[in-house]
């Protein structure tokens, strides 16, 4: 079987069905390939479960969070932005709201309504949509590019020839939703130079890590990554202690630089401050308070008062933890240690639990302003195969949003323009 179309998106995820919207939408003919049974399945477990689908900062505050250089993506970003996205969601039947951190989520809290409606959408405005289609190469044949697939399950490779072709088949990450890095091979096929790659967000692990300390969650929190004992990044926010390690958003934040930095041989440790709003002259004058309070003195208190005094600066289920983590713990050192808690990372989940994947189809090689390869001008590339990932708070799913949307619009505009050429010529 071989058939033609104009343009082919290789992924039904949120860049995919994007660059599918806005292709369609300028008027040409979209046909989507999608290795899972119907799209959008990772985005039903972002936001866990909830979907995190932009953060409405501008774009002063919103490229601090994009990664490694965010005027890439400035381009993607002004030309379906934030606000857009919020819009055509809003537009497509799925009402949103602004919680903390300004981000925003569907207001029925669930991810499956956004990825049904962007399916819906999209179909409806006419495309051809494949599933358990799994690509096996693109070729360029002449003016065409061939791409070859087999549905789930077997049966004989299918070939469907296009005048562009939009790769957006994510990273490395949660391999199970079918990110299995297809892309990165299509990518290498034309010559493309893949960066290194490493989970980002993701958890960390400390060395000999307390079991107690799973499941407890703490807001307000300081956090200090060192790396060969140099401190290279400052947080403030939630953090959790899970079973994989320290996450929550500030651990997420933290996440990138600590996984580079062991995947490299580096030392990486984590300064947990308990209390980020006191000083430690304040934190010492508190705990004198507290100490007299309770009908004792800093040189009489014993263990028993002591983790009682524990519990009004941390929440019960931590007070066990930290003071096995401190021997020789008193009402000296208390305050120094509620500021600098030490953690050593020895290691970090990996794709099969990171949220995103750092590295990619290189920057070097893409033009900005289209999303089009400059090594065949049929070929774009949206989402997380390219090497673009941002912070936790939604920022991901944009850059795929604005990845997908200039991708898709740009190839229908080239496509339609030589159209135009041919025609008056």
């Given at each position: 079987m071989s058939t033609h179309t104009d343009i082919v998106v290789i992924g039904g995820g949120a860049a995919g069905m994007m660059a599918a919207i806005k292709a369609l939408q300028e008027g040409c003919d979209v046909t989507v390939l999608e290795k899972n049974p119907f799209c959008g399945k990772k985005i039903n477990i972002t936001g866990k479960g909830r979907c995190n689908i932009t953060n409405t900062r501008p774009w002063q505050e919103f490229s601090a969070h994009i990664h490694p250089n965010s005027q890439f993506f400035r381009s993607a970003f002004y030309g379906f932005s934030n606000q857009d996205t919020i819009e055509l969601i809003n537009a497509i039947g799925v009402p949103t709201v602004e919680t903390q951190g300004k981000r925003i989520f569907p207001e029925s809290m669930s991810a499956r309504d956004v990825s049904r409606a962007l399916q819906s959408y999209m179909e409806d405005l006419g495309a051809a949509l494949l599933c358990d289609a799994d690509v096996i190469a693109v070729k360029r044949d002449g003016d065409s590019l061939v791409t070859t697939f087999c549905r789930t399950g077997g049966g004989l490779p299918e070939a469907v020839s296009s005048e562009a072709v939009i790769v957006a088949t994510g990273g490395l990450s949660y391999p199970t939703t079918g990110s299995t890095g297809a892309g990165y091979d299509i990518a290498r096929s034309f010559g493309h130079t893949i960066t290194e790659r490493?989970?980002?967000?993701?958890?960390?692990?400390?060395?000999?890590?307390?079991?107690?300390?799973?499941?407890?969650?703490?807001?307000?929190?300081?956090?200090?990554?060192?790396?060969?004992?140099?401190?290279?990044?400052?947080?403030?926010?939630?953090?959790?202690?899970?079973?994989?390690?320290?996450?929550?958003?500030?651990?997420?934040?933290?996440?990138?630089?600590?996984?580079?930095?062991?995947?490299?041989?580096?030392?990486?440790?984590?300064e947990l401050d308990l209390k980020p709003a006191l000083n430690l002259e304040k934190l010492e004058a508190r705990i004198s308070r507290e100490i007299a309070a309770i009908g004792s003195s800093r040189s009489t208190i014993g263990a028993t008062k002591l983790r009682g005094l524990l519990r009004t600066f941390m929440p019960?289920?931590?007070?066990?933890?930290?003071?096995?983590?401190?021997p020789g713990l008193g009402a000296d050192n208390l305050a120094a240690?509620?500021?600098?808690?030490?953690?050593?990372?020895?290691?970090?989940?990996?794709?099969?639990?990171?949220?995103?994947?750092?590295?990619?189809?290189?920057?070097?090689?893409?033009?900005?302003?289209?999303?089009?390869?400059?090594?065949?001008?049929?070929?774009?590339?949206?989402?997380?195969?390219?090497?673009?990932?941002?912070?936790?708070?939604?920022?991901?799913l944009q850059i795929a949003f604005s990845t997908g949307a200039l991708a898709g619009r740009s190839a229908a505009q080239r496509i339609l323009n030589s159209r135009l050429v041919s025609e008056e010529g």
């Open positions: 490493f989970p980002s967000l993701t958890a960390l692990k400390p060395r000999r890590y307390d079991l107690d300390l799973q499941g407890i969650e703490l807001e307000n929190v300081g956090l200090v990554l060192y790396v060969d004992k140099s401190p290279v990044q400052v947080e403030e926010g939630d953090l959790s202690f899970t079973d994989n390690g320290i996450e929550g958003s500030i651990g997420y934040r933290v996440s990138r630089k600590a996984v580079w930095a062991l995947s490299h041989g580096q030392k990486v440790e984590l019960q289920a931590l007070v066990k933890p930290f003071a096995d983590s401190h240690a509620l500021k600098s808690w030490i953690f050593k990372i020895d290691s970090y989940t990996g794709y099969e639990r990171c949220v995103v994947t750092a590295g990619g189809v290189s920057q070097k090689e893409i033009i900005a302003k289209t999303m089009c390869s400059k090594l065949d001008p049929g070929l774009y590339f949206a989402g997380e195969v390219l090497d673009l990932d941002g912070d936790t708070g939604g920022y991901n």
